[in-house]
């Protein structure tokens, strides 16, 4: 059974910073890339940013690149999304996400992140 868990969200000033977690299980988890996605109240979830199955490659949306940053343990089999010079729109439920798994994508129930003063 494929299992998705993120933590450590939370209350963060802005320009502070907060590191997500997702632990996975049920799957080998360095056989495949991951992501991390995000959705803000009255909005569209949006894909925030990718990593390839090595950790190697990564990828970000315009939004967060420069402030964010994707990685791994793959003998910990855990996904990490770092955030940085956070702002108020970064204010989101950010899900981690572990697509084309035996050909489903798997979602996280995610955690809160609220960036306010």
């Known amino acids: 059974q494929v299992q998705l868990v993120e933590s450590g969200g939370g209350l963060v000033q802005p320009g502070g910073s907060l590191r997500l977690s997702c632990a996975a299980s049920?799957?080998?988890?360095?056989?495949?890339?991951m992501k991390w996605y995000r959705q803000a109240p009255g909005k569209e979830r949006e894909w925030v940013a990718a990593?390839?199955?090595?950790?190697?490659?990564?990828t970000y949306a315009d939004s967060v690149k420069g402030r964010f940053t994707i990685s791994r343990d793959n003998a910990k089999i855990t996904l990490y999304l770092q955030m940085d010079n956070v702002k108020p729109e970064d204010t989101a439920v950010y899900y981690c996400?572990?697509?084309?798994?035996?050909?489903?994508?798997?979602w996280g129930q995610g955690t809160q992140v609220t960036v306010s003063s």
């Open positions: 996400s572990a697509p084309g798994v035996r050909m489903k994508d798997y």
């Open positions: 049920g799957f080998t988890f360095s056989s495949y890339a």
């Open positions: 990593i390839s199955s090595s950790g190697r490659s990564t």
